[in-house]
């Protein structure tokens, strides 16, 4: 039994515990102390026998978890995290401390992975864990695919969906014995339920098996009651625990600890004989599966992340088990800090008070002990001056928090993922769970080094690293990226050892077989330009060869005109980065070339949205045939002509035609007058035909869009002509036609910065082409001065000179 008052009876010790609660966590190791087993018995996987040495590592430090996944579908895995304050782990701890065998005795992860494999439909709510209560159940695992059965019973749905066992009452859903032994005692809520009988329990216990005693009869009753609650799968794992238990006792005769879910207790406890057990284990499902240990942080242990252990403050329950006394003073010392770490004036006499109004708050409420919602109501009032912002901060960095476990380099691991701790250590990136920004010049070497391993793990869909806008520069040496672990990565990271056995091998063999599979142009383009963000020169032949056959076969002048502005993106990485893009430059220009004989065709006889999408791939093919002409040279030099000529001329031919919509062709004469290929004089002639009466409203409003939309509204400022155009044609739409040109002026003038929409409402106030006294007109330049401003000039001069890096005498160089 169990435990008797003063002493246990014969059998086995069975340990019923709670996942992740410090207060079983203490009282297990008070209960082996007390016993001084000559074996210790854990729930979890058999096959991670061999790694239970490990967890005395000096290099390991919980939270980790044990990781299983199929050798043959890496995709298809689940974790058994351990905390510091876990039952399980302290079980370990203490067997390894002590030289007494400790053993794992769950039904194996072979059986638990394949289960998962065998009826997918339900394996969606097997992998969480999150709703059960963890007090059930022992090494809380998740499955993060679909695919992954739960191999416990902490998760509400870690059973089979099968019909429920006649013999059990009906069960509609899945029983909470935490919620149903709170309700039992008068609690509204689980969690304060168990800190006051267990968490909050003096130290001075003098039976340390008493606590067990007391939680197997409740979860007795409960079965007696429930049954399996549920969980039919159970049934199996506890008839696999019997027997190992039992061939423990044959080694061992009763000098046997068994530490396990208390929800499990009672059907150990039961007598069953070998050969029933044996018939439920008869014919089970089976997936050869590899296992190791793996870093895990409080956040994934937390249910707000997603992934169910079963307590909503890993950080809280840390602390509980830290603290050697004096918890709740310890706690507001830790939030104290925590402010004035972030500038926020909190003083000692804060820290005082704050735990004076927690101990009332406990008394008023009938608690033996401040509780996280005390604690959490004292420091609102009397540190957050009863805001919650400044509190959640207390939430996420305290009661959740970002501590991140670490795993020996002795802990078995497939090649790919030694490889990218290797780079990890060389390139001094070493994973945090905390969400951080990384600043990289890639001018220098380690940060080029950097940037190239992000982008293969991004290749290989690792996303440790996600980039971000880079503030202060738009260089295309800089770049900016976020990073934080996660703990599923490492499931990530086993998917892609199928690719190769390093980090550069894997992305290069991985970018080629998206190649093969990409569904469209604009997606080959894309991977060509993330190989080049990678340096994976091995994978771009294989790319180019795709991509040159898709662009010759599409003929879809959209699809080329979004494919090309990826494309010639690619080819600034060749001077920053050292990449030879030669290859890249001959597909770019050819693809050009395509583009610039389809694109006035199928800008004919377009309705509203495909010529608003088709504006967007002229700007887009306007912006890549910039690149590209500065990439691959000119002339006979590049063998494809004057690209920039001849997209001029394609401009002036979208310009004219009457069946291009008046959006593209607003555009075109537009790009054309900032390209300096059209005077204002002309600009103004072809916008004063547009906006003449015989043209309907609705496609003068079209073609203002295009030629003043995106940034156009300086346009507008600095040649008055242009503004009183729009101005005297506004006038003149009839009443009847203004309620439908009224949405495309809108969305054109909204797009403006505020200052320019100030601006061109001034001048029209005063009616454009009237001067001020203080504004002269210029011939030829209208909205400038007669003369230059020689005061306002020299002022920029230091700024050149800083931004160029010159002295006086060579700027001065410069300027002539």
């Known amino acids: 039994m169990a435990g008797t008052e003063g002493g246990r009876g014969a059998g086995p010790l069975l340990l019923g515990v709670r996942h992740h609660g410090p207060g079983s966590a203490r009282a297990v190791r008070a209960a082996l102390a007390a016993a001084r087993p000559r074996v210790v018995l854990i729930e979890g996987p058999p096959e991670a026998d061999a790694l239970i040495p490990l967890a005395a590592d000096d290099g390991m430090r919980p939270p980790v978890a044990l990781l299983a996944h199929a050798v043959d579908e890496p995709g298809r895995s689940a974790f058994w995290p351990l905390a510091e304050f876990s039952p399980e782990w302290v079980a370990i701890r203490w067997a390894l401390e002590h030289e007494v065998p400790a053993r794992f005795i769950d039904l194996p992860a072979t059986h638990t992975l394949a289960w998962g494999k065998d009826d997918e439909a339900d394996a969606e709510g097997e992998l969480t864990g999150e709703e059960q209560p963890p007090e059930p159940t022992a090494g809380t695992p998740a499955a993060e695919t679909p695919s992954a059965g739960s191999p416990s019973s902490e998760s509400p749905s870690a059973s089979d969906p099968a019909a429920p066992d006649p013999s059990t009452p009906d069960i509609d859903i899945r029983v909470d014995p935490l919620a149903v032994l709170a309700e039992a005692a008068g609690y509204d809520d689980p969690e304060r339920w168990w800190e006051d009988v267990v968490e909050h329990r003096g130290a001075g216990e003098r039976d340390a098996f008493a606590p067990f005693t007391a939680l197997e009869e409740a979860m007795g009753a409960l079965r007696e009651t429930y049954g399996v609650g549920g969980r039919d ?69 937390s249910r707000a992340s997603g992934y169910g252990a079963g307590i909503d403050s890993p ?15 310890r706690w507001m010392t830790k939030v104290a800090g925590l402010f004035r770490e972030e500038d926020r004036i909190v003083s000692p006499a804060h820290v005082i008070e704050a735990v004076r109004l927690a101990e009332t708050l406990a008394v008023m409420r009938g608690r033996p002990l401040p509780g996280l919602g005390e604690t959490t109501d004292a420091v609102r009032a009397v540190m957050c001056e009863g805001s919650d912002v400044p509190l959640s901060l207390v ?47 890639l001018r220098k070497e380690i940060d080029a080094g950097r940037s190239t391993l992000l982008h293969r793990l991004r290749l290989l869909r690792i996303e440790w690293g996600e980039p971000a806008a880079s503030r202060g520069s738009t260089g295309t040496f800089r770049e900016t990226w976020r990073l934080r672990w996660e703990p599923e990565l490492a499931v990530r990271v086993a998917e892609a050892g199928v690719w190769g056995t390093t980090v550069p091998a894997a992305a290069t063999a991985k970018a080629e077989a998206d190649a093969v599979g990409a569904e469209s142009l604009a997606d080959v383009t894309a991977l060509a330009e993330r190989c080049l963000l990678a340096e994976l020169p091995d994978a771009l032949p294989v790319v180019m060869k795709v991509l040159a056959d898709r662009a010759a076969l599409d003929t879809d002048v959209g699809h080329l005109a979004q494919a090309l502005p990826a494309l010639v993106r690619s080819l600034r990485y060749g001077d920053v980065r050292g990449t030879d893009t030669g290859a890249l430059t001959e597909v770019a220009a050819g693809l050009a070339e395509r583009v610039f004989v389809g694109l006035p065709p199928a800008c004919a006889a377009l309705d509203g949205d495909a010529a608003e999408e088709m504006r967007r791939h002229v700007d887009a093919v306007h912006g890549a045939v910039g690149l590209l002409g500065d990439a691959g040279g000119s002339g006979a030099e590049s063998g494809h002509g004057d690209l920039r000529v001849r997209w001029r001329a394609v401009l002036r031919t979208l310009s004219a035609r009457d069946t291009v919509p008046g959006v593209i062709r607003g555009r075109a004469v537009r790009l054309l007058l900032d390209e300096g290929e059209l005077g204002a004089d002309e600009a103004a002639r072809l916008m004063g035909l547009v906006l003449s009466p015989g043209t309907p409203p609705a496609d003068a409003a079209a073609w203002i869009e295009g030629f003043v939309g995106g940034g156009g509204g300086l346009l507008l400022v600095h040649d008055e002509r242009l503004l009183g155009l729009v101005d005297e044609w506004l006038t003149r739409v009839p009443a009847e036609a203004f309620t439908d040109v009224l949405p495309l002026l809108r969305r054109t003038f909204s797009s403006y910065e505020p200052g320019v929409r100030r601006t061109l409402g001034e001048l029209v106030r005063r009616g454009p082409g009237k001067q001020t006294g203080t504004t002269t007109a210029v011939a030829g330049i209208p909205g400038f001065g007669a003369e230059p401003d020689a005061g306002r000039a020299d002022a920029v001069v230091p700024v050149l000179r800083l931004l160029l890096g010159l002295d006086d005498d060579e700027l001065v160089g410069v300027a002539g």
């Open 233 to 301: 799968r159970d049934l199996v794992r506890e008839a696999y625990m019997r027997l190992q238990v039992r061939a423990a006792q044959r080694e061992f005769e009763d000098d046997v600890a068994v530490v396990c879910g208390a929800w499990h207790v009672p059907a150990l406890r039961q007598k069953a004989s070998v050969a029933a057990d044996r018939a439920l284990l008869k014919g089970l499902p089976k997936v050869k599966a590899d296992l190791t240990w793996v870093p895990w942080t409080h956040r994934r242990l």
């Open 315 to 329: 950080g809280w329950y840390g602390h509980l088990f830290g603290a050697p006394d004096r918890p709740v003073e």
């Open 395 to 441: 939430r996420d960095r305290l009661v959740v928090g970002d501590v991140l476990g670490e795993v020996p380099p002795g802990a078995p691991a497939v090649p790919l993922q030694r490889d990218l701790d290797r780079s990890q250590r060389r390139l001094r990136m070493k994973p945090e769970a905390l969400e951080r920004e990384l600043e990289l010049d």
